[in-house]
């Protein structure tokens, strides 16, 4: 039987972006596979309050809604509990044109090296913020879990199905991928970052971006000071690497 690939896209308000991301998906998928695989795309409306709804609805297999905001780790949730695949790719709604190279992730986990593939994103050019976020993450992941990461907020990421059943339920909010890595690390999944040419919309230094960056502080905070909470034992990371 082909192997079966679920792409599960978590959306809040990205009428703008999400069908360029889908169409892009779609075409690298044909073009790569040529229906060796199965694939089915999943996205997860996360009380949306603009069109992002009527506009992926042609381009999914499966389209799940929540009536009100509940954040991404809840959505990506949803999206797990619809997936019929063996590999869930999970990837943001803004990838826009370069979403089809986050197909690359699945590499490792089909050669049987890796059992979650996380992206290491190209810069965007935008002035972002100062690397608070971003440094909180990477330290807490290290301490808590033992794992070097390079790559601590990335939401592209690939994994293994029975692998992530493991794990247990997602974190609700923004800190979900700060807590995915601790939790894989903690639970001995092997772990690859690849350098991925795809990029995302970032917030630059406007006041837009400083109160997103302080709300993700927050949920990243929040997600660490559980994990320290649970005292979960530090797994040898002498089997997991870079590439």
């Known amino acids: 039987m082909k192997p079966y690939l679920s792409i599960i896209i ?3 308000n990205e009428e703008g972006t999400i069908e360029q991301t889908l169409r892009c998906i779609e075409e690298h998928a044909d073009l790569i ?3 060796e695989w199965r694939f ?3 996205v997860v409306d996360d009380g949306s309050r603009d069109k992002t709804v009527e506009v992926a609805w042609p381009w999914v297999d499966v389209l799940v809604r929540h009536k009100k905001r509940q954040g991404k780790g809840a959505a990506l949730q949803s999206g797990i509990a619809r997936a019929q695949g063996e590999v869930l790719l999970f990837l943001d709604a803004d990838l826009q044109t370069t979403a089809g190279h986050a197909l690359l ?4 986990l089909l050669r049987h ?4 593939a996380i992206a290491k994103l190209l810069p965007s050019g935008t002035r972002a913020g100062f690397g608070l976020v971003k440094g909180l993450a990477r330290r807490g992941i290290h301490r808590l879990s033992g ?4 790559a601590p907020l990335s939401g592209q990421r690939a994994v293994r199905a029975d692998r992530l059943q493991e794990l247990g339920r997602l974190p609700r909010g923004f800190g979900v991928e700060v807590a995915l890595t601790i939790d894989a690390a903690r639970r001995g999944l092997r772990i690859v970052e690849l350098e991925v040419p795809i990029t995302h919309r970032e917030t630059g230094r406007d006041w837009h971006g400083f109160v997103h960056r302080g709300k993700q ?12 909470k649970e005292r979960k034992p530090v797994w040898s990371s002498s089997d997991r690497s870079s590439i």
């Open 33 to 35: 596979w040529h229906n």
């Open 40 to 42: 089915e795309i999943i």
């Open 10 to 12: 978590p959306a809040w």
């Open 113 to 116: 090296e890796a059992d979650m």
């Open 217 to 228: 502080f927050v949920a990243v905070g929040v997600a660490l000071l559980t994990r320290w």
């Open 105 to 108: 992730l699945i590499q490792p």
């Open 147 to 150: 794992y070097q990461t390079a």
